[in-house]
C-alpha cells in the first residue's frame, strides 16, 4: 500500500491515497501553527455555509479552532470533533454536535517528545 507524504510543523504527515484521490485538498505548511493556519483557511463561515451540512475537525486545538467551530455553530452548520480525549479543549466541547475521543498509547507521546 502505497501513502502520500506532506509536512505539516515540520512533522510528518501520512495519508492514505484515498483521502487525496477522493478531493481532499492537501496543504503544505510550515512554521509555528501552520497546519492549523492553513485548516482554518478552510473553516471560514463564508467558505462552509450553504456548501456542507456538517464539518468533522480532527484536532482538539482549542486556542487555534474554538473561533471557527463557535462561528460555525452560530451558522447553525455542526462540528464533529475527533481528537485523543485527553487533549480536546473544554472550549471546543461546548461548541461541537460531537467529540470522538481517540485512544493514544502512551508511546506515541514519548516519541513525540
Do not use: K, N
Not at 11 to 17: K, L, R, V, W
Not at 24 to 30: F, K, N, R, Y
Request: aromatic letters at 8%; proline letters at 5%.
Amino acid at each position: 500500500m502505497r501513502f502520500s507524504r506532506i509536512e505539516a510543523d515540520g512533522g510528518p504527515e501520512f495519508f492514505h491515497p484515498r483521502c487525496i484521490d477522493g478531493g481532499a485538498a492537501v496543504e503544505h505548511a510550515l512554521g509555528l501553527d501552520g497546519a492549523d493556519q492553513a485548516l482554518l483557511e478552510y473553516l471560514r463561515p463564508d467558505v462552509v455555509v450553504g456548501r456542507y451540512s456538517a464539518v468533522v475537525l480532527g484536532s482538539g486545538d482549542g486556542r487555534a479552532f474554538t473561533p471557527a467551530v463557535r462561528a460555525l455553530h452560530v451558522q447553525g452548520v455542526p462540528t464533529d470533533v475527533v481528537a485523543p480525549e485527553r487533549s480536546t479543549a473544554w472550549s471546543l466541547r461546548a461548541f461541537a454536535r460531537s467529540c470522538t475521543g481517540l485512544a493514544v498509547a502512551a508511546e506515541s507521546f514519548a516519541l513525540a517528545a
